[in-house]
């Protein structure tokens, strides 16, 4: 049989709680003031998140009911389908069994929805009539959009300035639900007019992106700031994603031995292997998780834990996390939702602890196993989606080596519908394979504050 399989499962098996790994980890670090170094309060943290998303950001329990009207909006695209990738096993000529999570039947082609609806919903909840937030690739940015359409809010995005002239059909469907996209740096915020004296043609970053979307969230008090990675509540609205997976390899009479995510901020990642980290860590399930992150954005690989900014400008509150410095601005690779120079705490904890490995992976070899997954599974992924494809192709190999039949799981976070204009550039030859030199990790690493290194 050469065919995929696909487990479904019925609407009355969307989970009714996120997961919070938070639980599992002892004492939390703390989010600290970057004036004071003391930890930062929680009115704080209310002026430019959702109360009650606060209220999940710092909480320890180990779950958080999903509200009737999220589960309702979820039913849309949830449960998404999980598949046997048989083609695939045969291709690699491997004795693995390899499975994916499939994110791209959203309304959006990505997993980002499961976090954008409940932050429109709370914020909603608590009289905003708009949204405003940074996104990298766009999947963060049409999913606020779409969310915001739901909802009756207004959304403005403000969009790396490599992937707005990258993915320009991004931005196209976020002014379709209705939002305002803006190429950041732009000169609509002090963030963005400071980076653009400096240097007119800056391609962009995560963190000034961030930077501008506060700076407005601040300006503004009907506005609601959110966030589509790293931090802990965005984690747990992701954990739909395992907790389904779960489920799903019931019905296939089969356990993970191995689950690979692609890596930049941690959502996808957290989505897919915290509920499994949860059964590792209280079942004593043996299992490898895996973050798959950017040779041109190595966060995990080549980063250092420390206090850090998460915005270019300084906004944010100081977390401890794996940081490449605020400062840092990675080559334009085509995963824009992986150039964060920084990672969600609770991912970093995982890999500090020993829980969870990370690997760095190259863009060719990503869109190389894009085109053999496409082929073979008739889904071309996204090139952040292309990084975990990438991880786990390698552990399949090495299973047909050491002629061993694993289980592999992975989380394929989305389409690459909206990133065909890479596809086409790698098949001629024209990808660039950017990797930043050891000048500009320096650079970023620089920037980390002093608090931090003491």
């Not at 890596?263 to 897919?272: D, I, P, Q, R, V």
């Not at 966060?299 to 206090?307: E, K, M, Q, V």
Request: net charge negative.
């Amino acid at each position: 049989m050469n065919e995929r399989v696909k487990y479904t499962l019925n609407e009355d098996d969307i989970p009714y709680t996120w997961l919070n790994i938070a639980a599992d980890f002892g004492e939390p670090a703390p989010i600290l003031d970057p004036a004071t170094g003391a930890p930062i309060t929680r009115a704080e943290l209310c002026r430019t998140i959702a109360e009650p998303l606060v209220d999940q950001e710092l909480s320890t329990e180990p779950e958080f009911e999903i509200p009737g009207p999220v589960r309702d909006i979820y039913r849309q695209w949830r449960p998404t389908p999980l598949y046997r990738a048989r083609r695939l096993e045969i291709a690699l000529d491997t004795p693995a069994r390899i499975y994916y999570k499939y994110e791209g039947v959203s309304p959006v082609g990505s997993l980002k929805p499961n976090s954008a609806v409940p932050q429109a919903y709370y914020n909603k909840q608590i009289g905003k009539t708009g949204l405003v937030t940074e996104t990298g690739a766009g999947q963060w940015g049409s999913s606020i959009a779409s969310a915001a359409a739901m909802f009756g809010l207004t959304a403005q995005v403000f969009m790396v300035g490599v992937s707005y002239r990258q993915k320009p059909y991004r931005r196209a469907l976020m002014e379709a639900y209705g939002a305002v996209c803006n190429s950041s740096p732009s000169p609509l915020t002090a963030a963005g007019r400071a980076v653009l004296a400096e240097d007119p043609d800056h391609p962009g970053s995560l963190g000034i992106a961030k930077s501008e979307a506060l700076e407005v969230a601040y300006a503004n008090p009907d506005l609601g700031y959110t966030r589509g990675s790293s931090l802990n509540h965005v984690c747990a609205h992701q954990t739909v994603i395992g907790q389904e997976a779960m489920l799903q390899m019931e019905l296939a009479e089969d356990y993970p031995d191995i689950v690979v995510g692609p890596c930049g901020g941690g959502s996808t990642l957290a989505g897919m292997c915290f509920p499994f980290l949860r059964d590792k860590l209280r079942r004593g399930r043996d299992i490898r998780l895996i973050a798959a992150e950017p040779v041109a954005c190595p966060t995990l690989t080549r980063g250092r834990i420390a206090y850090d900014h998460s915005d270019a400008a300084r906004l944010t509150p100081l977390s401890r996390m794996h940081t490449l410095g605020h400062k840092f601005v990675p080559p334009p690779v085509h995963a824009g939702g992986l150039r964060a120079h920084d990672i969600s705490p609770l991912i970093s904890r995982a890999v500090e602890n020993g829980l969870m490995e990370a690997v760095a992976v190259r863009q060719h070899a990503c869109f190389e196993a894009g085109v053999l997954f496409a082929r073979e599974e008739g889904i071309v992924p996204a090139p952040e989606s292309a990084h975990a494809v990438r991880a786990a192709i390698d552990e399949a190999l090495r299973c047909r080596e050491q002629g061993q039949s694993k289980a592999i799981l992975i989380a394929l976070s989305g389409h690459g519908h909206f990133d065909l204009a890479a596809y086409e550039k790698f098949q001629a030859g024209l990808l660039p394979d950017d990797e930043p030199s050891d000048e500009d990790l320096e650079l970023g690493l620089s920037s980390i504050p002093d608090l931090a290194r003491a």
